[in-house]
């Protein structure tokens, strides 16, 4: 299972967060549901997010959160409308919290992170989930008033005690659409959902490009797969990690690493990477951040 700390950005744009950006939480990704379980039986998911306490962790002071942010220009179909929410979950067996809580919240700022806060932020439908080991799909329901411009979804718990080693709760299927009655997960296929998530963000793995050289340096044009949501932030990454630096192999030389860099001409659709260097191949990671 694949996990991440709070405060992070995980699978398919949602953010594990912990008030004050406090330790001791985690995500993780899990991929062992069967058809004996609700959500692959029902929809055909195979995959959840698991958000908890490490176990031992005594903090109570500071809430455990996973939030999706909408963008304001999706949010305009909801304005003053009737929306329902659906959702699978269950709880650990250590689950040290009465309920979980599942909120839908709306503000009337513009791209916001809720994370951060919504500007004129409402609560606008809200249900307590109780401890439940046995996977249950559950709904609520709201009616958006008129001025809202922003809409986010937040399923948080207030731990209590020491953690022992399933504090924890499993999110699945989350769905908000338009009505008061549920409809059954939409499961898009992998390529459709892969490139909505890479309007937000995008990870290349380590990979080598051709060098020129101009004017004593040289460059490298990087294409996105997709056109990205914003401008977004471009760090590379050498061979052994360096935060925008990057590895060369050059004409009769060996690898050569921590190769200072300019990232220049950043735009939704690539950017461009110069170097101070002679001909020969640019080995480099690169990630493109245009979260809200």
């Not at 991440?4 to 967060?17: E, L, Q």
């Not at 939409?186 to 390529?191: F, G, I, N, Q, S």
């Not at 997709?226 to 760090?235: A, I, L, Q």
Request: aromatic share 14%; with cysteine; glycine share 12%.
């Amino acid at each position: 299972m694949a996990t991440a700390s709070p405060g992070s950005w995980v699978a398919d744009r949602w953010n594990v967060f912990r008030g004050a950006f406090a330790a001791g939480g985690v995500m993780g990704q899990g991929t062992n549901l069967t058809t004996s379980d609700l959500p692959c039986f029902d929809s055909g998911i195979k995959t959840y997010g698991r958000v908890g306490r490490l176990s031992g962790n005594t903090d109570t002071v500071n809430a455990i959160a996973l939030h999706y942010n909408m963008e304001s220009q999706d949010c305009y179909r909801f304005i003053g409308k009737t929306v329902i929410l659906s959702f699978y979950y269950r709880t650990g067996a250590n689950f040290s919290a009465t309920n979980l809580i599942a909120r839908i919240g709306s503000g009337t700022g513009t791209d916001q992170a809720l994370r951060s806060g919504y500007t004129g932020y409402i609560s606008q439908g809200v249900t307590n989930c109780a401890q439940n080991t046995s996977w249950s799909r559950i709904s609520l329901s709201c009616t958006f008033g008129t001025t809202i411009n922003q809409i986010g979804i937040n399923f948080e718990y207030a731990p209590t005690g020491t953690a022992a080693g399933a504090d924890y709760f499993d999110i699945t299927g989350v769905q908000l659409e338009l009505g008061s009655v549920a409809t059954p997960f939409e499961v898009r296929p992998y390529p459709v959902e892969l490139g909505m998530c890479q309007r937000y963000y995008e990870f290349c793995n380590y990979l080598y490009y051709p060098y020129g050289t101009a004017y004593g340096g040289g460059y490298t044009h990087v294409k996105f797969s997709v056109v990205k949501r914003g401008t977004p932030s471009v760090n590379s990454y050498d061979a052994v990690g360096s935060i925008n630096k990057i590895s060369a192999l050059g004409t009769g030389s060996t690898s050569t690493n921590n190769i200072a860099i300019g990232l220049e001409h950043i735009s939704v659709t690539g950017f461009v990477i110069t170097a101070a260097w002679g001909y020969g191949v640019l080995a480099f990671l690169w990630s493109s951040n245009a979260e809200m």
